[in-house]
């Protein structure tokens, strides 16, 4: 079992949303792999691919870094990402919604009466460009996790987060405002490991990795 040169890296979440169907689609495309438990990696035994269990959070910034040449997370990371990496592939689960949402019981009940306010988010930067649009000046405080709780803290009036069945809103007394951004999860490449040399080994695995998805999610449409 080890990484080599012959092999495209592709980093998926290790433990949370997305987990279950990317291993779920991965499988379902014929690809043999031990599962992640402890592992950070594992390497399959029919296809020349690594799999690298890692956080969510990391996954744009690994595929820009070219630390893996791909990647599969949610296109609300890829909006938030500090370099460019190019999407690929919508992979149609995952879907979800960046939320404002508010206490249950704010008197605020449109995203314009939050000029002036502080807003806790994980997305600063798609958050910063909504609210720049509508010309709404807002203060953003960056948290990387339980924001949902930022309002009951006192941290914030209001707060940009995913929602996906809507439990986490409804266990924190918070109610959606207003939709940022629809998300599902994606296929992402680095820019440049795979556009150097259109014949290189990298490119052709890629195009049959590329052919068992697209035949797995038209498929399932
Ligand atoms: C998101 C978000 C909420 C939750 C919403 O976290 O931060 O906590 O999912 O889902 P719900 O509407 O079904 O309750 P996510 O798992 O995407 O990422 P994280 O674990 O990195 O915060
Ligand atoms: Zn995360
Ligand atoms: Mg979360």
Request: charged share 20%; proline share 4%.
């Amino acid at each position: 079992l080890q990484l080599d040169g012959e092999q495209i890296k592709l980093a998926i979440q290790k433990d949370g949303r997305l987990t279950e169907a990317t291993l779920q689609l991965l499988r379902t495309a014929g690809l043999q792999f031990e599962s992640a438990k402890q592992r950070l990696f594992s390497v399959c035994r029919n296809f020349p691919l690594a799999i690298l269990y890692v956080r969510d959070d990391d996954i744009p910034e690994y595929v820009a870094d070219g630390v893996a040449d791909l990647g599969i997370v949610g296109q609300n990371l890829v909006r938030e990402a500090e370099r460019p990496v190019e999407e690929l592939l919508p992979l149609n689960y995952g879907h979800c919604t960046l939320m404002v949402a508010v206490p249950r019981e704010s008197h605020i009940q449109a995203v314009e009466q939050l000029a002036g306010c502080k807003i806790a988010t994980s997305y600063p930067v798609t958050t910063r460009q909504f609210f720049q649009e509508r010309g709404i000046n807002v203060d953003i405080t960056t948290i990387s996790g339980s924001v949902e709780l930022a309002p009951t803290l006192g941290v914030s009036t209001a707060i940009v987060d995913l929602v996906s069945s809507g439990s986490s809103l409804k266990l924190n007394d918070l109610v959606p405002l207003e939709s940022v951004l629809q998300s599902q999860a994606a296929l992402i490449a680095n820019p440049t490991t795979f556009k150097d040399e259109q014949k290189s080994i990298k490119s052709i695995i890629l195009n049959r990795l590329l052919m068992r998805l697209n035949g797995v999610i038209n498929a399932r449409s």
